[in-house]
C-alpha cells in the first residue's frame, strides 16, 4: 500500500510561482517506480502534467514545458513540482501519482491550484 499526501496549493496572481509536494508512506513505497502530477480543472477531464521515473527520466505536458519542473528524492520518498510563471488556465486541482514496479496505480487527495488574472 502506498499513501500519498499532496501540499502547497494556494492562490497565486499569473506570472507567480507556487511549488507543490507529495509525500510517500506505506510499505510498498520501496516498489514505486513512476511518480507524477495531473490536473483536473472544472469541466474538463483530468491530464497529465508531469512524470518522472526512478531513474530521473522526466516527461511533461507541451502546455506546461519550461515552465514546470517535476523532482524526486526517493530518500525522503517525495516528488515535488515547481511551478513558475503560472496562468490561469492552470487552475485546477492538481493530484500526486504513483505507480508501482507491479503496476498498482495510486492517487493522492488532490490540492487546489487557482492562478488569478
Known amino acids: 500500500q502506498v499513501q500519498l499526501v499532496e501540499s502547497g496549493g494556494g492562490l497565486v496572481q499569473a506570472g507567480g510561482s507556487l511549488r507543490l509536494s507529495c509525500a510517500a508512506s506505506?510499505?510498498?513505497?520501496?516498489?514505486?517506480?513512476?511518480m507524477g502530477w495531473y490536473r483536473q480543472a472544472p469541466g474538463r477531464q483530468r491530464e497529465q502534467v508531469a512524470l518522472i521515473t526512478r531513474g530521473g527520466s522526466t516527461n511533461y505536458a507541451d502546455s506546461v514545458k519550461g515552465r514546470f519542473t517535476i523532482s524526486r528524492d526517493n530518500a525522503k520518498n517525495t516528488v515535488s513540482l515547481q511551478m513558475n510563471s503560472l496562468k490561469p488556465e492552470d487552475t485546477a486541482v492538481y493530484y500526486c501519482a504513483a505507480r508501482t514496479t507491479g503496476n498498482t496505480n495510486y492517487w493522492g487527495q488532490g490540492t487546489q491550484v487557482t492562478v488569478s488574472s
Open positions: 506505506g510499505g510498498s513505497i520501496f516498489n514505486i517506480n513512476v
